[in-house]
C-alpha cells in the first residue's frame, strides 16, 4: 500500500464518526471474511486463516464495545448477533466450511 493512500485511511478513520466508523468496522469485516474465503478456495490455508482472524477480532470488538446502558435491548440483540457470528467463524476455522463464513457476510451485509 502506497504512503498516501495509508495516510488517507489513517486520517479517514480518524476523523469519522462514531456511526462512520462503524460502517468501516463492518466493511473491513467484510472484507477479510470475503478474503478468507477467497485464499481458502486458492488452498492458501495460511493467508486464510490469517485473514478469518482478521475478520473474527473485528466482531469481538464490536462485541465487547456494546453499551449495554444506552442501547438496551438494542445492545442486546446485538451481543446475541455478534456471539452467533463469532461462533459460526468459529465453526469455519474447525471445520474448514466456508458456508459459516457467508452466513456471516449476508447476516453483515443483512442479506438474511
Known amino acids: 500500500m502506497s504512503y498516501g493512500l495509508r495516510s488517507y485511511k ?5 476523523t469519522a464518526s ?3 466508523l462503524l460502517i468501516l468496522l463492518y ?12 485464499e481458502m478456495e486458492a488452498r492458501n490455508l495460511s493467508e486464510h486463516k490469517m485473514f478469518l482472524r482478521r475478520g ?19 445492545a442486546v440483540q446485538l451481543f446475541e448477533l455478534y456471539g452467533f457470528m463469532i ?4 465453526q469455519a476455522n474447525v471445520t474448514q466450511d466456508m458456508s459459516h463464513i457467508r452466513i456471516v457476510i449476508a447476516n ?3 442479506d438474511t
Not at 461462533?87 to 468459529?90: A, D, Q
Open 10 to 14: 489513517t486520517s479517514r478513520a480518524n
Open 108 to 110: 453483515m451485509n443483512n
Open 27 to 38: 466493511e473491513g469485516a467484510i472484507r477479510f471474511l470475503e478474503r478468507s474465503i477467497a
Open 18 to 20: 462514531r456511526e462512520d
Open 56 to 74: 473474527l477480532a473485528i466482531i469481538a470488538e464490536l462485541q465487547n464495545t456494546l453499551d449495554f446502558e444506552k442501547g438496551e435491548d438494542l
Open 87 to 90: 461462533g459460526r467463524l468459529t
